[in-house]
């Protein structure tokens, strides 16, 4: 198992989302809204910025309120990183586009259900 994905597992990490334009409010609810979002691990070098599909039974963007710009979104969904299948948990607040986030090393019998990276 690869030394990032040891690392990312252990404890929280800061987490970001960044937009491509000038609307990170605007580009993270499509993103929600498309079910596939990215969210960059930037305590790593360089950073390591992770897509994923939403699993709904483990996000939740009720907390968030998009129009106002306040409260935090939880996004959560499978991918295989390095060849190990996980789950990516972050915690994201609107007003910065930061918060935490770390890794879930799947058992190797959700394997199957994993998404390719």
């Not at 690869?2 to 597992?9: D, G, I, N």
């Not at 000038?22 to 960059?40: Q, S, T």
């Not at 709904?56 to 996004?75: A, C, N, R």
Request: net charge negative.
């Amino acid at each position: 198992m690869s030394e990032l994905v040891q690392k990312l597992a252990k404890g929280d990490h800061k987490v970001i989302f960044r937009p491509i334009r000038d609307d990170a409010l605007g580009e993270l609810k499509a993103a929600i809204d498309r079910n596939y979002v990215h969210v960059k691990f930037t305590e790593t070098r360089g950073g390591t910025e992770l897509g994923f599909p939403l699993e709904d039974d483990h996000s939740d963007v009720s907390k968030g309120d998009f129009e106002k710009g306040e409260g935090e979104v939880t996004l959560a969904g499978r991918l295989n990183l390095d060849g190990v299948p996980i789950r990516v948990h972050s915690t994201i607040d609107l007003s910065t586009m930061k918060g935490k986030g770390h890794l879930e090393i799947l058992e190797d019998d959700d394997e199957s259900e994993a998404e390719p990276s």
